[in-house]
């Protein structure tokens, strides 16, 4: 007798894919298990149930359903730098204005090949000299952006954290290249976690991805996303993976004069704030040590849980430090007036403390990249806001 039957006997008619939710809670606390993972061998020696699909939902492909491949798109030295010195933006081919005639490249890629596409670092020829940059400034001792720190494309966790994120994977039972929504383990999850949520329209996200077809985000915010992840036997084109792609646009690193630029997709994913995973602890010490130095990047997910619909209570508070080893994502800039939205997606785990952080354009109707960094106001005068949006509150924190 399965252990599905057997509850069934003693506690009646069990709720629908029992197993999935007892999955997702182990994953939430960080409980490493394994029965929920393909080929487990009970170490009792109990064999499976003849009704596989009792425990395995797998369902066939839809009649009528295409499996349509989506396009493809195009060591630290000195932590001291400010974080505001330089900003991130778009490639100018996302942008409609003449060709930049007098700019010089500081660097091609200052991810120097870890990314998919190059991250140049520029700045305009006739404004260089105000900044005291020149085409010898390396040499002559003139920190770099990109020296500051070490590029990194995945998070870094501290070995004493002792996070196995992985072995909590939740994999859904899709047994094709791309994932249907109306079959998805996540999608089930998430409209169990989340019965009223909706998309950016306001229709109701129930049977359906956080994604469009294109790759773009469309659930509402405030909602976390459920990617599919290594233990899903979908492939890269599946419509639920997004985030864990990287970066996709080509992006530079500039200081420059502001230029007017045309809008992108709403809804497109820009990057991910990576860096070291710390715990409350750690993340204390680091801020008073970089309060004194002037600099900091870190990033509080407790500050976005807050405000995260159906987030759990009471769950360890990790941080994100970029300030040491990082991406592309420490140079974008605080605005009260964004044009950057923060989501919260989980991937490896269903702890939402451990979740990713993705940037996507709500609407990007100018050159510099912006999203809201929402320190907690402390008391005192704080720190003052210089983002220059009409609705600027004045302070950062």
Not at 48 to 55: D, R, T, V, Y
Not at 77 to 98: G, I, M, Q, R
Not at 232 to 253: M, S, T
Not at 276 to 301: A, F, M
Request: one cysteine or more; aromatic letters at 10%.
């Amino acid at each position: 007798m399965s252990l599905h039957s057997a509850l069934e006997v003693k506690y009646g008619l069990l709720p629908e894919n029992l197993y999935l939710r007892a999955a997702k809670l182990c994953s939430e606390l960080n409980v490493q298990i394994e029965w929920h993972q393909e080929g487990f061998i009970c170490p009792q020696g109990c064999k499976p149930p003849k009704k596989q699909h009792i425990l395995d939902p797998l369902e066939p492909l839809l009649d009528g359903y295409l499996e349509i491949q989506s396009p493809t798109m195009d060591p630290p030295s000195d932590a001291s730098s400010e974080a505001d010195e330089y900003y991130c933006v778009l490639d100018s081919k996302h942008f409609n204005w003449k060709p930049k005639q007098d700019v010089v490249v500081l660097c091609a890629d200052v991810s120097f090949g870890r990314e998919k596409v190059p991250i140049s670092c520029v700045v305009d020829n006739d404004i260089k000299d105000s900044f005291g940059i020149h085409s010898d400034a390396i040499q002559h001792g003139i920190s770099m952006p990109w020296q500051c720190f070490t590029y990194v494309t995945e998070r870094l966790t501290e070995p004493s954290l002792d996070l196995e994120t992985k072995n909590s994977q939740l994999g859904c039972g899709c047994s094709h290249a791309r994932c249907h929504p109306e079959k998805c383990d996540h999608v089930y999850l998430f409209d169990n976690d989340y019965e009223s949520a909706e998309d950016i329209h306001g229709q109701s996200m129930r049977g359906r991805f956080a994604y469009d077809e294109s790759g773009r985000i469309i659930l509402e915010e405030g909602y976390m996303v459920y990617e599919c992840n290594s233990s899903c036997k979908c492939n890269a084109y599946c419509q639920n993976r997004v985030l864990q792609k990287g970066v996709q646009l080509k992006l530079e690193i500039f200081r420059t004069e502001r230029r007017a630029g045309e809008t992108i997709s709403r809804g497109t994913f820009v990057c991910e704030y990576i860096g070291e995973i710390l715990n409350d602890d750690e993340t204390i010490k680091r801020r008073e040590r970089y309060g004194n130095e002037g600099c900091s990047y870190l990033y509080e997910i407790e500050a976005y849980i807050d405000g995260s619909k159906g987030a759990s209570e009471g769950a360890v508070s990790y941080a994100i430090d970029a300030t040491y080893y990082g991406n592309v994502s420490r140079f974008i800039n605080h605005s009260c007036s964004p044009n950057l939205v923060n989501y919260l997606v989980l991937v490896e785990n269903m702890d939402c403390q451990l979740a990713h952080i993705g940037f996507y354009a709500s609407h990007l109707y100018r050159e510099e990249l912006a999203y809201d960094y929402r320190y907690k106001l402390r008391p005192g005068d704080g720190h003052p806001c210089h983002c220059g949006a009409p609705n600027c509150r004045g302070r950062l924190f």
